[in-house]
């Protein structure tokens, strides 16, 4: 019997994520790989400066360097990409499902993105959610940033340490949420409360903010789903703050202990 055509795009999709690779640079970025063993490392290339600069997390990951001389050294990157000597070819972290990330904490902050595909912004959260405590930054499989070289740049070594899932629909993964008893915030400039005011009396509470993409900001069935819309306490309008910023002062305001 003949498979039905969505069984067999999804079949085609578990291949082409199983194969995929990502290509991490610049010396912060690959360190920090080389010392993560949940990270699957494929093949290093590095000049001899940066060898020399790499020595112990390269020991430390067991892994054997193809050292290239600098005039010679063409890594796959964009051109414009600022390597610093080294790149390292990886497989994709795997962080496991919703629930394994989110539980656990007593009062657990999660960060949702809706439509926020610039990898340089998700680099970014992802570094405030590690340096603010949230238990995991979350996105669409299809319009979110993947992981690339120039967000794990960005997130400074985040990326190793911070659970980022992608998942296949965000409105289900807010439900999910709710059913685990997370009080689900949607960001939104406009709200009559601030983040501070729905929280009040329920800190104790695990808590989701969910940011939409600078501009259209968060879809009409994001906006449905959330328990409620909330705008960050500031003098200006939200619409001029950067959505990275705009996570690190929501989870600070949304913060255990107030």
């Known amino acids: 019997m003949k498979k039905p055509k969505w ?45 020399a600069k790499l020595e112990d997390a390269i020991a430390e990951a067991g892994i054997t360097p193809e050292v290239v001389d600098p005039r010679k050294f063409r890594p796959p990157l964009d051109p414009n990409s600022v390597h610093q000597g080294a790149v390292l070819e990886v497989k994709p972290l795997n962080w496991g499902k919703l629930e394994d990330v989110a539980i656990g904490d007593a009062a657990p902050r999660v960060l949702l993105l809706d439509r926020v595909t610039d990898p340089h912004n998700v680099g970014a959260i992802l570094r405030s959610a590690e340096v603010l405590g949230a238990s995991a930054v979350i996105g669409t499989r299809h319009h979110s940033a993947p992981e690339t070289g120039a967000l794990a740049k960005t997130a400074s070594g985040a990326l190793e340490r911070q659970p ?57 069935k994001t906006r449905e789903t959330v328990d409620a819309l909330v705008r960050i306490d500031a003098a200006g309008g939200f619409g001029s703050l950067n959505v990275s910023n705009a996570a690190a002062i929501a989870l600070y305001a949304s913060r255990v202990g107030g």
Request: aromatic fraction near 4%; avoid cysteine.
């Open 7 to 51: 069984v067999v795009q999804k079949e085609q999709d578990k291949k082409a994520e199983a194969a995929q690779t990502v290509w991490l640079f610049g010396l912060h970025a690959v360190r920090d790989a080389l010392m993560n063993p949940r990270r699957e490392k494929l093949q290093l290339m590095v000049t001899p400066n940066a060898q």
């Open 164 to 220: 980022y899932l992608r998942l296949r629909n965000l409105s289900d993964a807010i439900r999910a949420l709710q059913d685990m008893g997370y009080l689900v915030l949607g960001l939104d400039g406009e709200a009559t409360q601030t983040i501070e005011e729905a929280v009040e009396g329920r800190r104790d509470r695990p808590v989701a903010l969910v940011l939409g993409a600078e501009g259209p900001g968060l879809r009409e």
